[in-house]
């Protein structure tokens, strides 16, 4: 049953919440499981532990007292986003599909949360089904705000969605990479979204093969302190993505100033895994693989609402971090693969080979009409600046969904 469903997976630890059941504007279902002994990881560099990748500007006012006059600083609205990257046009909600969402210690409050989110955004209900791992139990208030901002973004991006969350009992490697691996293997997640990362490791290619799931693409946030590259987004199997600063009309998705990347966004060149035969095909040189991928709004200057009560006071925030950015592209997957379903296609599975092919090549960048992506020509995280096509802040770009998306629908 779980095997035609398409899972994007969010990693985080585990998640206290309420008995299953029905809120104003959610439907709960939460479960405990085991894990096969063949799926849970073990090993890994000693005292290895992940980030969640956010970044919080302040808190923020409820979306009805927005002013908008006011470009940034109080936060855009995921209606903003949408019209943005181009959602807004598509004919997909996500209707059909399934987000997993794996994060680590989650939050106590995700229910409530979620339902003042959906309330005041006057969005869809929304059907989230908790997976907890087995291991015990950790309460961390900045796991919780992870937990909000990844599960808000993906219902705001693909309200038809049901929302999957997958939870690790600490945020240590093994049992982050075993949730993984079970949201995979297990729940067939055919999208696996982490928006944690740690440091590289030297014998790192080791554990890739958790990321060659057949039927899954893996998507990882690249970090949110400048220049340089982490695991696991540094995997040649998982698409990366970056963030950028978008600034927007007051209260429109238009544009006031060209997009551009944030500054600390991650980025770089791996330390020890090999560059890709995608990126090699594109015209990417050098020996290593290279990071992000993909790009997607993510400074916190530039950030969006989330409603959380994890930090102190509980209510309204400002957010981005590179956390937003991962999982704003994990729902237009879902998006994709909801058009590939009416159209009796298989559902996207080949992130990369399909992203780089659509994005054409170093001499022949984005050449399409209308482009597939928002080429990012100017900032800088520390070591490296963005520039036309290709580079180690922005990727391929950020996504203009209205082509992009249909194109990946009919893609291979």
Known sequence: MMGKRVLIAIVAGLLSVGASGAWADATVHEEWVAVPEQQRVTGGPEGWKATPQHRVLKSGIAPEDVRPEYITGQGYTFSQISEAYELSGLKADGTGQAVAIVVACGSPTINADLAAFISAFHLPSANLNITHMPGGACANPDWGFETSLDVESVHALAPGATIDLVIAPSDNFS????????????????????????????????????????????????????????????????????????????????????????????????????????????????????????????????????????????????????????????????????????AKAAPLTDGHNALYTLAGSRARYNVHVPPYYRDITWGYNGNYAATKGYDLITGLGSPMAGSLVPALAVGK
């Open 175 to 342: 049992d982050l990479l075993t949730a993984v691996q079970y949201a995979a293997q297990t729940l067939n997640a055919q999208v696996v979204s982490m928006s944690w990362s740690g440091d590289e490791f030297s014998y790192e290619t080791y554990y890739d093969q958790i990321f060659q799931n057949t039927g899954t693409v893996f998507i990882a946030a690249t970090g949110d302190y400048g220049s340089g590259a982490v695991y696991t987004a540094a995997s040649p199997s998982v698409v990366a993505v970056g963030g950028t600063s978008l600034y927007l009309q007051p209260g429109t998705g238009a544009l006031k100033f060209p997009e551009v990347a944030w500054e600390e966004s991650g980025g770089g060149a791996s330390q020890f895994e090999a560059v890709p035969a995608y990126q090699v095909a594109f015209g990417i040189s050098g020996a290593r693989r290279c990071i992000p991928d993909l790009a997607f709004a993510g400074d916190p200057y530039t950030g969006v609402l989330i409603y959380d009560s994890n930090y102190t006071p509980a209510g309204w925030w400002i957010a981005g971090g590179t956390s937003l950015s991962a999982q704003s592209w994990a729902p237009i997957i879902a998006l994709v693969d909801q058009l590939r379903t009416a």
